[in-house]
């Protein structure tokens, strides 16, 4: 990743550098404001905005910062549930992926419509306790649902038979690697 400090560039190398934390404020009106990258490398902190919030169902767009975003969910505490408990960090590839978009931000599309849904046991049990609990919440790692999609796909796609391929003459690709995603 590359950013801009005080008119200079500066890498940060992957596997080298990491966020070391994200800060996540409200105004005084109650209002979530921008949320902030706390950026590691080499013993230095670099403080970076993030673009995009995912919070109270809702997708925040803040027009300006890096690419990337966070995804705010519940978390169930000993006393009760924090709305704002957990949260995790979206990258640029994945905040503007269809995961993101269909599973964690429950956006619409013409070629994708929800058929199923089978919420975690955990979700169901806060549920059937009373409490008021959404389909992602922290307890214990993060609990989710199972959720499928009717795919319809346009009439106009044009068919790329690679894509359709079954053998593969490289067959590391069927490795998975850590870290690479």
Known sequence: MIIEENGKEIFLPKKNAGIGAIILRKNAEGNFLQPEAIL????KQYYKKLRFAYIDGELKDFDSGLDSGIFVF???EQNGINKIGALLYLSKRTVHSRL???YLFDQKSD???LTHVESS???ENLRQQGLEVGEIIYYQGIQGPIKIWEISYPKNIEVNPDYLLTDFPD???NIAKTGEY
């Open 40 to 43: 590691v490398y080499n013993g």
């Open 111 to 113: 070629y994708f419509k």
């Open 171 to 173: 067959q590391e690709i």
């Open 121 to 123: 046991f955990i979700v």
């Open 74 to 76: 519940p978390r169930v």
């Open 100 to 102: 993101a978009q269909l």
